[in-house]
């Protein structure tokens, strides 16, 4: 990527990576990174409403279970930054209000504190002290470390969980990306039975299809990060960084990706806890998310975008607005608990309906 306007000698003299991680945070917040044609598909899952509840807002039920952990609400501050100085202030703000109101917080991927030692953004566990947290690290940069080094990342950071992200197609834009993807499921198997904290294995914006599921969870694994297409585009991002060969490629996989309602519809039936993440923006997505069986849902851009505007105190009231919608969404749907919206019939559009696996649960809910 060129040297933008207001770049400073700083900016300048960090290193390659920490340079990118403040390009994403630049094009993540401001950008038109979004997908071009293709959508999440989860305005294609249609909740059935129920005008005659018989249940109090406040009987709602919110809590769940990612990676092991409680949460008071399904959401999740999904995985954005980390590695550069700009980032301290953003993961700080955005793990204070996780501790706050009970929800998830997931850092943008650990690789500048595993490879060059860079903390900057990684150090919330004083303003956020027993909310999840979950770490992040590729596979390609996992199959290159030892299991001790990602344990130790792990503890410096003090996350909960490592999330081992899949990107190939980010990955083959990117300037200076990998291109080598074997050994991912070595990797993941010697980080499960290695580690002593879960292991959740995410996407970057391009889904997790069923094959995927079946097989990590046939290593053990138990959580998954749908992070679908629909909304942030990765490969758009890193296309807008690229230049000639990068560059065209990226314009051509653009919209590459298994919507991320589909995913959630795929990993049904795997055993997996998922998270649906990939252009969710509100909590009626979360609700549609956890209906189709996610265990929560994450939000990435919209609260990137909510510290810009006014640092924690507005992600404060942007998340407590997404918790009650999806306290709301259930309530309009009779459910007094998430398990119980887990049960409710659904009205799926044919573009969704022709994910859903043929031995997947969610077929015995579909009205008719």
Same mark, same amino acid.
Request: glycine share 12%.
């Given at each position: 990527?060129?040297? /933008?306007?207001?770049?400073?000698?700083?900016?300048?003299?960090?290193?390659?990576?920490?340079?990118?991680?403040?390009?994403?945070?630049?094009? &993540?917040?401001? +950008?038109?990174? %979004?997908?071009?044609?293709?959508?999440?598909?989860?305005?294609?899952?249609?909740?059935?409403?129920?005008?005659? =509840?018989?249940?109090?807002?406040?009987?709602?039920?919110?809590?769940?279970?990612?990676?092991?952990? $409680?949460?008071?609400?399904?959401?999740?501050?999904?995985?954005? !930054?980390? +590695?550069?100085?700009?980032?301290? *202030?953003?993961?700080?703000?955005?793990?204070?209000?996780?501790?706050?109101?009970?929800?998830?917080?997931?850092?943008?991927?650990?690789? =500048?504190?595993?490879?060059?030692?860079? !903390?900057?953004?990684?150090?919330?566990?004083?303003?956020?002290? @027993?909310?999840?947290?979950?770490?992040?690290?590729?596979?390609?940069?996992?199959?290159?470390?030892?299991?001790?080094?990602?344990?130790?990342?792990?503890?410096?950071?003090?996350?909960?969980?490592? &999330?081992?992200?899949?990107?190939?197609?980010?990955?083959?834009?990117? $300037?200076?990306?990998?291109? *080598?993807?074997?050994?991912?499921?070595?990797?993941?198997?010697?980080?499960?039975?290695?580690? !002593?904290? $879960?292991?959740?294995?995410?996407?970057?914006?391009?889904?997790?299809?069923?094959?995927?599921?079946?097989?990590?969870?046939?290593?053990?694994?138990?959580?998954?990060?749908?992070?679908?297409?629909?909304?942030?585009?990765?490969?758009?991002?890193?296309?807008?960084?690229?230049?000639?060969?990068?560059?065209?490629?990226? %314009? @051509?996989?653009?919209?590459?990706?298994?919507? @991320?309602?589909?995913?959630?519809?795929?990993?049904?039936?795997?055993?997996?806890?998922?998270?649906?993440?990939?252009?969710?923006?509100?909590?009626?997505?979360?609700? /549609?998310?956890? %209906?189709?069986?996610?265990? &929560?849902?994450?939000?990435?851009? @919209?609260?990137?975008?909510?510290?810009? /505007? +006014?640092?924690?105190?507005?992600?404060?009231?942007?998340?407590?607005?997404?918790?009650?919608?999806?306290?709301?969404? &259930?309530?309009?749907?009779?459910?007094?608990?998430?398990?119980?919206?887990? !049960?409710?019939?659904?009205?799926?559009?044919?573009?969704?309906?022709?994910?859903? $696996?043929?031995?997947? =649960?969610?077929?015995?809910?579909?009205?008719?």
């Amino acid at each position: 990527m060129s040297q /933008r306007p207001d770049s400073s000698p700083a900016d300048l003299a960090v290193p390659e990576i920490s340079a990118r991680k403040a390009d994403h945070i630049d094009l &993540c917040t401001d +950008g038109d990174v %979004a997908f071009k044609h293709k959508t999440n598909l989860l305005e294609q899952v249609q909740l059935v409403h129920d005008a005659l =509840p018989e249940l109090a807002v406040a009987d709602v039920d919110l809590q769940t279970t990612f990676a092991g952990k $409680p949460l008071a609400a399904p959401v999740v501050i999904a995985a954005m !930054t980390g +590695g550069v100085d700009r980032a301290h *202030d953003i993961n700080r703000d955005l793990a204070a209000v996780a501790e706050e109101l009970g929800i998830g917080f997931a850092f943008g991927s650990q690789r =500048p504190l595993l490879t060059d030692g860079i !903390t900057a953004g990684y150090e919330v566990r004083d303003v956020a002290p @027993t909310a999840l947290v979950l770490g992040n690290i590729g596979v390609v940069q996992a199959r290159s470390a030892s299991s001790q080094a990602l344990a130790d990342l792990v503890g410096r950071s003090g996350a909960d969980a490592l &999330c081992v992200h899949l990107n190939p197609a980010m990955e083959v834009v990117q $300037p200076g990306g990998d291109d *080598d993807f074997r050994g991912g499921l070595d990797t993941i198997q010697r980080l499960v039975e290695e580690l !002593t904290v $879960p292991v959740v294995v995410k996407e970057t914006g391009c889904g997790l299809s069923r094959s995927v599921g079946d097989r990590v969870a046939a290593l053990g694994v138990r959580w998954a990060d749908t992070s679908g297409a629909g909304g942030t585009s990765w490969v758009g991002v890193e296309a807008l960084r690229a230049a000639g060969r990068q560059q065209a490629l990226g %314009a @051509t996989f653009w919209d590459w990706g298994i919507p @991320t309602a589909a995913s959630v519809a795929q990993l049904s039936g795997t055993g997996l806890g998922v998270c649906a993440t990939g252009g969710v923006s509100n909590g009626l997505s979360i609700a /549609r998310a956890v %209906a189709l069986g996610a265990a &929560c849902g994450g939000i990435a851009r @919209t609260f990137l975008q909510a510290q810009a /505007r +006014g640092g924690r105190d507005e992600v404060r009231r942007v998340a407590k607005l997404v918790i009650d919608e999806v306290r709301i969404a &259930c309530l309009l749907s009779g459910a007094s608990s998430l398990d119980d919206l887990r !049960t409710k019939p659904l009205v799926l559009g044919d573009a969704l309906l022709r994910w859903v $696996p043929a031995d997947s =649960p969610l077929r015995a809910r579909l009205l008719r």
